[in-house]
Protein backbone atom coordinates (compact mmCIF):
# COMPACT_ATOMS: atom_id res chain seq x y z
CA UNK A 1 0.00 0.00 0.00
CA UNK A 2 1.49 3.43 -1.15
CA UNK A 3 0.02 6.00 2.04
CA UNK A 4 1.05 3.01 4.94
CA UNK A 5 -0.18 5.66 7.75
CA UNK A 6 -3.90 5.02 6.07
CA UNK A 7 -4.16 1.17 5.97
CA UNK A 8 -6.25 -0.53 8.50
CA UNK A 9 -4.65 -4.05 9.90
CA UNK A 10 -6.55 -4.96 12.96
CA UNK A 11 -8.56 -7.59 11.86
CA UNK A 12 -11.21 -6.52 14.43
CA UNK A 13 -11.23 -3.34 12.55
CA UNK A 14 -11.77 -5.20 9.20
CA UNK A 15 -14.53 -7.78 10.36
CA UNK A 16 -16.59 -4.71 11.71
CA UNK A 17 -16.47 -2.80 8.49
CA UNK A 18 -17.43 -6.01 7.34
CA UNK A 19 -20.55 -6.35 10.14
CA UNK A 20 -21.55 -2.99 8.76
CA UNK A 21 -21.55 -3.38 4.99
CA UNK A 22 -24.56 -4.13 3.22
CA UNK A 23 -23.11 -4.04 -0.25
CA UNK A 24 -20.40 -5.71 -1.40
CA UNK A 25 -18.48 -5.42 -5.04
CA UNK A 26 -17.20 -8.64 -6.44
CA UNK A 27 -14.36 -8.78 -8.81
CA UNK A 28 -14.26 -11.83 -10.85
CA UNK A 29 -12.41 -13.24 -14.24
CA UNK A 30 -13.77 -15.18 -16.84
CA UNK A 31 -10.48 -15.80 -18.53
CA UNK A 32 -10.49 -12.43 -20.76
CA UNK A 33 -12.23 -9.93 -18.71
CA UNK A 34 -12.25 -9.00 -15.37
CA UNK A 35 -16.22 -9.04 -14.43
CA UNK A 36 -17.33 -6.36 -10.89
CA UNK A 37 -20.61 -7.01 -9.93
CA UNK A 38 -22.53 -5.31 -6.57
CA UNK A 39 -23.93 -7.85 -4.45
CA UNK A 40 -26.24 -7.66 -1.45
CA UNK A 41 -24.09 -9.58 1.30
CA UNK A 42 -23.96 -10.26 5.17
CA UNK A 43 -20.91 -11.37 7.33
CA UNK A 44 -19.74 -13.98 10.24
CA UNK A 45 -17.21 -15.84 11.22
CA UNK A 46 -14.46 -15.02 8.39
CA UNK A 47 -17.04 -15.71 5.12
CA UNK A 48 -18.86 -13.34 3.12
CA UNK A 49 -22.17 -14.99 2.20
CA UNK A 50 -24.51 -13.84 -0.53
CA UNK A 51 -27.59 -14.91 -2.42
CA UNK A 52 -28.32 -15.25 -6.34
CA UNK A 53 -30.00 -16.83 -9.01
CA UNK A 54 -28.19 -20.18 -10.09
CA UNK A 55 -28.47 -18.88 -13.51
CA UNK A 56 -26.49 -16.14 -15.00
CA UNK A 57 -22.70 -14.90 -15.96
CA UNK A 58 -21.95 -14.39 -12.43
CA UNK A 59 -22.83 -18.19 -11.53
CA UNK A 60 -21.26 -19.01 -14.88
CA UNK A 61 -17.80 -17.30 -14.03
CA UNK A 62 -17.37 -18.50 -9.90
CA UNK A 63 -18.34 -21.97 -11.32
CA UNK A 64 -15.37 -21.94 -13.61
CA UNK A 65 -13.07 -19.45 -11.34
CA UNK A 66 -14.08 -19.34 -8.19
CA UNK A 67 -11.59 -17.21 -7.13
CA UNK A 68 -12.46 -13.58 -6.41
CA UNK A 69 -11.68 -9.81 -4.90
CA UNK A 70 -14.45 -7.96 -2.68
CA UNK A 71 -14.32 -4.86 -1.94
CA UNK A 72 -16.57 -2.46 0.86
CA UNK A 73 -16.15 0.83 1.24
CA UNK A 74 -18.14 3.01 4.16
CA UNK A 75 -18.70 6.64 5.10
CA UNK A 76 -18.00 7.97 2.16
CA UNK A 77 -17.72 11.90 1.80
CA UNK A 78 -16.66 14.21 -0.58
CA UNK A 79 -14.35 17.13 1.26
CA UNK A 80 -14.72 20.37 -1.01
CA UNK A 81 -11.81 23.06 -0.42
CA UNK A 82 -11.07 26.30 -2.63
CA UNK A 83 -8.83 25.10 -5.21
CA UNK A 84 -9.35 21.27 -7.34
CA UNK A 85 -6.18 20.33 -5.31
CA UNK A 86 -7.90 20.71 -2.05
CA UNK A 87 -10.45 18.02 -3.01
CA UNK A 88 -9.98 14.86 -1.02
CA UNK A 89 -12.72 11.96 -0.32
CA UNK A 90 -13.06 10.60 3.28
CA UNK A 91 -13.95 6.52 3.36
CA UNK A 92 -13.57 3.64 5.41
CA UNK A 93 -12.85 0.16 2.84
CA UNK A 94 -12.06 -3.37 3.30
CA UNK A 95 -10.47 -5.47 0.07
CA UNK A 96 -9.79 -8.33 -0.25
CA UNK A 97 -9.60 -12.09 -1.59
CA UNK A 98 -10.91 -15.17 -1.40
CA UNK A 99 -12.41 -18.92 -2.79
CA UNK A 100 -16.39 -18.65 -3.56
CA UNK A 101 -17.83 -21.95 -2.82
CA UNK A 102 -21.58 -22.60 -3.99
CA UNK A 103 -23.41 -23.38 -0.91
CA UNK A 104 -24.93 -26.86 -1.10
CA UNK A 105 -26.01 -28.43 2.36
CA UNK A 106 -29.56 -26.70 3.18
CA UNK A 107 -28.72 -26.18 7.01
CA UNK A 108 -25.81 -24.23 6.16
CA UNK A 109 -27.54 -22.34 3.57
CA UNK A 110 -30.61 -21.34 5.57
CA UNK A 111 -27.77 -20.21 7.61
CA UNK A 112 -25.85 -18.33 5.45
CA UNK A 113 -29.69 -16.59 4.20
CA UNK A 114 -30.10 -15.57 7.85
CA UNK A 115 -26.54 -14.02 8.14
CA UNK A 116 -27.47 -11.93 5.07
CA UNK A 117 -31.02 -11.07 6.24
CA UNK A 118 -29.80 -10.01 9.90
CA UNK A 119 -27.66 -7.82 8.15
CA UNK A 120 -30.85 -6.11 6.37
CA UNK A 121 -32.44 -6.28 9.64
CA UNK A 122 -35.17 -8.67 8.38
CA UNK A 123 -36.82 -11.54 9.25
CA UNK A 124 -34.31 -15.17 9.55
CA UNK A 125 -37.57 -17.20 9.77
CA UNK A 126 -40.24 -18.72 7.24
CA UNK A 127 -37.96 -19.27 4.04
CA UNK A 128 -40.60 -20.57 1.37
CA UNK A 129 -39.50 -23.85 1.53
CA UNK A 130 -40.08 -23.98 -2.31
CA UNK A 131 -37.58 -20.50 -2.83
CA UNK A 132 -34.63 -22.51 -0.85
CA UNK A 133 -33.87 -25.14 -3.48
CA UNK A 134 -33.40 -22.65 -6.50
CA UNK A 135 -32.35 -20.13 -4.86
CA UNK A 136 -27.87 -19.98 -4.90
CA UNK A 137 -25.99 -19.29 -1.35
CA UNK A 138 -22.64 -18.34 -2.09
CA UNK A 139 -20.02 -18.35 0.84
CA UNK A 140 -16.82 -16.61 0.12
CA UNK A 141 -13.70 -18.06 2.48
CA UNK A 142 -11.86 -15.14 3.13
CA UNK A 143 -8.10 -16.12 2.65
CA UNK A 144 -6.50 -12.27 2.82
CA UNK A 145 -7.94 -8.65 3.06
CA UNK A 146 -6.29 -5.04 3.98
CA UNK A 147 -8.36 -1.31 5.01
CA UNK A 148 -7.78 1.14 3.96
CA UNK A 149 -9.24 4.85 5.16
CA UNK A 150 -9.25 8.84 4.76
CA UNK A 151 -8.42 10.05 7.42
CA UNK A 152 -5.91 7.38 8.68
CA UNK A 153 -7.04 4.64 11.21
CA UNK A 154 -5.31 6.26 14.18
CA UNK A 155 -6.80 9.30 13.52
CA UNK A 156 -10.31 8.08 14.28
CA UNK A 157 -9.70 4.90 17.07
Known amino acids: ??????????????????????VCRLGLYDGQWPYVVPVNMGYAAGRIYFHSSRKGRKMEILRE?????????????????ERPCDYTTNYK????????????????????????MRRHAGPVEGFRPEVVPVTAVVRIDIERMTGKSNPPYNEWN
Open 93 to 116: SVIGFGTAVLVEDEAEKIEGLRII
Open 65 to 81: NPRVCFEIDSDVEVVTG
Open 1 to 22: MRKREREIKDKSVLEELLMRAR
